[in-house]
């Protein structure tokens, strides 16, 4: 018999009635049945989002909105500051090189975060930044970047010159981030994470200032083109088929965090969950990777990292291991989404037993 | 009570094993487990498309795998043919002419087919094209293009510097599509029409002679990247984060499909739903409207047509209109799928009662 929970930072664990809308009779999307539920999805979004722009949802991964992030809002040859401090940051530029952009990295060592004051640095020494590219959590390290002081310091210096993007993909609905108080100007996030849905959905947001950055972009996009989606999900459709099961499954979602456990408890209980779990690694004499850690994920420093995974595995608990250099030297134990101090309990102690043996 | 049966082009109806698929626990994507099912489903993913080559899995609408088709095999300022008979001809037009290529539209009036003779027509008078883009099935019309005389006259006429681009999203699972047999070079489809699953995956094939121009391409592209996801799921992974349950559900309609009904049989099978449909339209006195009707839908000119779709959906069954200026002039019954000779008495009759009063 198999029997596992899922501690990856995604997929995460999706709850039942969740997996129950996925499996109801499918509906078309262009009848006032799905218009309905769209437009609810979109509501909550807003407030997931933090925002009163528009929230887009794509048929995709995450990486698609990325993609949507650089391909909507900027020009060939636009100078760009990326903060890259893990195996997502990278995927900025990659991203942003694919796209002709000219690309200055803020190397960040892995396991770190960034420097509020790194960023204004390279935006001195970078005379026309059109925009800084970071994640809210680099979900390879575990770290939390302090988005609020980065987001402060590109208004005070570069005013509306300059775009800030955040990948939210482990961030939003995992802790706070105040799009529109903090002066986010593109905020994406996936399903697979803190929404607590199998992947295929992203979801992406702009603010006014990258709706006039967007009137003037020459990249080419179709399926990412947020204009056209934009204008087609204001009247409840989408420029193309919708997932149409998963956007059942997200109202579902998006009613337990938004409506019924609230947003401001759901960060609260993360936040919690994080630190039941590293009081019980710190017990065991493991240090946490990430040196300012984020809510949604516990990166722990363990020598023969892959052995205690596939132990942790046969106990029933999946968790994630380090990626690129970071393999075999780190686990990394997700807790965003439908988790609860119990599921900490569990996981925590079959870590104990894989390191201890008892 | 609400009760419905959809007979539209897209999404189609699921059927019950493969909606209990959706909603099992999620398992993650980089696990044996899902290699296996994703194993499966590549293996399967061939006989459909009738190749030889990887068919790559995408999370997106049909729409990402049409844009992929041209972003990973032309360059900016290729000239090209699209042939454009319906909303989804000028498509091809629309994402072609979006990456720079130079469009050269073969304009068939809509309820006809091309003629494989103005094909061959524009390739003589356009020296040095590198593809000719066309539907297998133009879904707004209902019209089957001549797919395997258009291959002939390319193979034929310009050897391996021209490739030949089919949308199969309305044709391939529906009718006969010999990739290999025939010469098509990137043959593609979506998840909610023949393969009887939710939408939310597109798939896509290249033949040998399409991966050379791949290796030339100067298009931008990342998350519909096809090299960096052959390498990918070659191994059983995917570059991003898969559409984990939609997969499962892929496995389970291809088990259907290709192992259990037998792939030439569900052939028959939408040959034969077609003629008893439109046996019934044309006793009522009604015209179709496609020349050269596909086996997957039929199109039928109806004054009122939005009115007898309105009628029809009060009693169940859940039809498409026309698209653009087809808009009230004609209904969309599909029958590609999950469908019965059953089900064509019951909205052939249905039909029948909005049409004469009883």
Redesign the interface.
Known sequence: MKKFT?F?P?????PPRV??A????????R?QDFREIFFEVREKLKKLFKTKQDVIV???????AM?AAV?NFFCKGDKVIVVNGGKFGERWT??CK???LDVDEIKVEWGYAVEPDDVKKALEKNGNVKGVFIQGCETSTGVEHPIKEIAKIIRETRGDDTLFVVDGITAVGVFDVDMDGWGVDILLT?S?KALML???LSMISASERALKFMEKSD??????NIKREMKAQREGET????????IKGLRESLRMIVDEEGLENVFARHKKLASILRNMVEGLGLKIFAKRPAPGLTTIEIDNAEEIRKKMRELGA?VAGGQDKLKGKIIRIAHMGYYTEGDMIYVGNVLKTCITGN
Chains 1, 2 share one sequence.
């Open positions: 899922l990856t995604g997929p995460a664990e999706v997996l129950k996925l499996s109801e009779p499918i509906i078309h999307h009848s794509f048929a995709s991964s995450g990486t698609g993609e391909a990659q991203i694919t796209y002709g996936g697979q199998p992947p295929g990249l080419p996009k179709f399926y990412f420029a193309y088929t919708p997932a149409i099961s998963l999946w």
